[in-house]
Nanobody, 125 residues
Framework: QVRLVESGGGLVQAGSSLTLSCSAS????????VGWFRQAPGKGHEEVAT????????????VKERFTISGNIIDGDNAKRTVYLQMNSLKPEDTAVYYC??????????????WGQGTQVTVSS
């Protein structure tokens, strides 16, 4: 079972930056996609940025040029994957709960993927 723990959310002003971190454990991550979904109030989940096991990155159009996903991987008996989401030039529309998610497929499948507990990001205008 994959365990995901997020940190780094908060309240910031528009134009500011934040970095989210996700610590993933419980599986060999050499075949997993790990990334970030977000859910804004009254809206569905949106896949924001995803990192393949070889660190190939994918972004939704609304965050390209502003967000950067990166990470490292430790294989072996105590396999771990740490994934970061650097968010620059934040906008009020980026306000959402951000979830770290892991799946063996891309786009990730919300109904079968593993989810963290979520971290709130609030951007004031």
């Amino acid at each position: 079972q994959v365990r995901l723990v997020e940190s780094g959310g908060g309240l910031v002003q528009a134009g500011s930056s934040l970095t989210l971190s996700c610590s993933a454990s419980g599986r060999p991550f050499s075949s997993y996609f790990v990334g970030w979904f977000r859910q804004a109030p009254g809206k569905g989940h949106e896949e924001v940025a995803t990192l393949r096991w070889d660190n190939t990155a994918y972004y939704t159009d609304s965050v390209k040029e502003r967000f950067t996903i990166s990470g490292n991987i430790i294989d072996g008996d105590n396999a771990k994957r740490t994934v970061y989401l650097q968010m620059n030039s934040l906008k009020p529309e980026d306000t959402a709960v951000y979830y770290c998610v892991a799946d063996t497929r891309f786009p990730m499948r919300p109904e079968v993927a593993s989810w963290g507990q979520g971290t709130q990001v609030t951007v004031s205008s």
